[in-house]
């Protein structure tokens, strides 16, 4: 299982932005974004479940997060609003074969990421 991101670049504080996750065979996945800041743990954002088969969203407590899955397009989405220039890091997809977690250890496969950086 491969996968592969994209989407990142500088964005200006208060803008959105959306990352994407292409990863073909990873129906039997779940698919986890993460993201690693400067000096700082990776940390868990937003998880998928494998059983999920359509596109639907799941937002994060606060809103501003909210991921997607296409299995047609074997694309998982990310999905940034209000951005902060706490959100700058590298922004990670991963699949994993059990149920959704916030830990990476319960992640097999890993992207190379894909830096996002807030900034006026």
């Known amino acids: 299982l491969q996968l592969v991101e994209s989407g990142g670049g500088l964005v200006q504080p208060g803008k959105s932005l959306t990352l994407s996750c292409a990863a073909s065979?990873?129906?039997?996945?779940?698919i986890g974004w993460f993201r690693q800041a400067p000096g700082k743990e990776r940390e868990g954002v937003l998880c998928i479940e494998s059983s999920v088969r359509s596109t639907i969203s799941a937002d994060d407590e606060k809103g501003r997060f909210t991921i997607s899955k296409d299995n047609a397009k074997n694309m998982v989405y990310l999905q940034i609003k209000s951005l902060e220039p706490e959100d700058t890091a590298i922004y990670y997809c991963?699949?994993?074969?059990?149920?959704?977690?916030?830990?990476?250890?319960?992640?097999?496969?890993w992207g190379q990421g894909t830096q996002v950086t807030v900034s006026s």
């Open positions: 991963a699949a994993g074969s059990n149920s959704c977690s916030r830990h990476a250890d319960d992640f097999a496969f």
């Open positions: 065979g990873f129906e039997k996945y779940a």
